[in-house]
């Protein structure tokens, strides 16, 4: 299984889990570190993983796909 690395994008800033794995579920955008934008939508199909950087990228949690 592929691991990809996201952070919130749009200008959207996390502080906890709860406030992520709600907007992840909600199929809203994140960014990828390597540029592209991904959802949750998106990350089944393709059949990663996500580990999502938060809290200033200080945190990391891992989402389901």
């Avoid at 709600?22 to 960014?31: A, E, I, P, Q, S």
């Avoid at 570190?33 to 950087?53: H, W």
């Amino acid at each position: 299984m592929q691991y990809i690395t996201v952070r919130a994008a749009y200008g959207r800033e996390y502080r906890n889990q709860t406030d992520a794995r709600k907007d992840w579920n909600d199929n809203l955008d994140f960014r990828t570190v390597d540029g592209p934008y991904i959802n949750k939508a998106d990350a089944d199909r393709l059949g990663v993983k996500v580990m999502l950087r938060y809290q200033a990228d200080r945190k990391v949690m891992e989402l389901t796909a």
